[in-house]
């Protein structure tokens, strides 16, 4: 039985969907901009910076950009994004997750927020989520982007766990490339077609509990 002392979760997708809320903000630029932005285009830009997701977007609208208008854009679509989360409540948390966090603390597990997302405290806040956590690792707070371990790497050191003992639950390839690169167990959230780098994959975080949750862990 692999000991486990750490849950380190991805936010946007297996935690909340905000995925829809992104969507909305850079479709709206690209509507600004003079061109269509679709939900297949925005497949592309899941578990990738706010500066690449930029970048792709133009790249669709064969759209040329000096850096200052990037910088404004890039804000902008920020500005929206925000907008929209700070109109979110507690019935958008994903199915599962409270029980499953309130379990794992009971248990003496550490919890931890390692996400890309600049919004994750505003998100947790709206959703009522901060006291489930005893960590919450940031884009505000780390600057390698997934697949980099970074934000991984830095939750287990702030919760004093060494990654061999830490699982990471993840909905996006890039950041099963970051759960593995950084030496801890990955846990996929969605389609095992997508993730299939990872240890294990499930549905949703519906589908398990601490005992499902601990024979999982005996897969590999």
Avoid at 1 to 27: E, P, Q, S
Avoid at 53 to 74: M, R
Avoid at 163 to 192: N, Y
Wanted: charged letters at 25%; glycine letters at 8%; aromatic letters at 8%.
């Amino acid at each position: 039985m692999r000991n486990v002392k750490a849950c380190i979760f991805d936010l946007d997708g297996v935690i909340v969907d905000t995925a829809k809320y992104h969507y909305l903000a850079w479709r709206r630029l690209a509507e600004m901009l003079g061109f269509e932005f679709t939900e297949k285009d925005n497949e592309r830009l899941k578990g990738v910076s706010r500066v690449r997701s930029l970048e792709i977007l133009l790249e669709v609208g064969n759209i040329d950009a000096t850096p200052e208008q990037k910088e404004k854009w890039a804000h902008d679509k920020n500005e929206w994004y925000v907008d929209y989360i700070t109109k979110m409540g507690a019935d958008e948390i994903l199915p599962g997750v409270v029980p499953f966090l309130v379990e794992l603390r009971q248990k003496g597990i550490k919890t931890a927020i390692g996400s890309a997302s600049k919004n994750a405290n505003l998100i947790l806040s709206r959703l009522g989520l901060m006291s489930h956590f005893d960590a919450i690792i940031d884009g505000n707070k780390v600057s390698a982007a997934k697949p980099d371990p970074e934000v991984f790497v830095a939750a287990a050191n702030v919760l004093g766990v060494s990654p061999e003992h830490s699982v990471v639950f993840e909905d996006a390839e890039a950041g099963i490339e970051a759960a593995k690169a950084g030496g801890m167990f990955a846990v996929g959230v969605g389609s095992d077609q997508i993730l299939a780098k990872a240890d294990v994959v499930i549905g949703s975080l519906a589908d398990l509990n601490y005992e499902k949750f601990m024979c999982l862990l005996n897969v590999k």
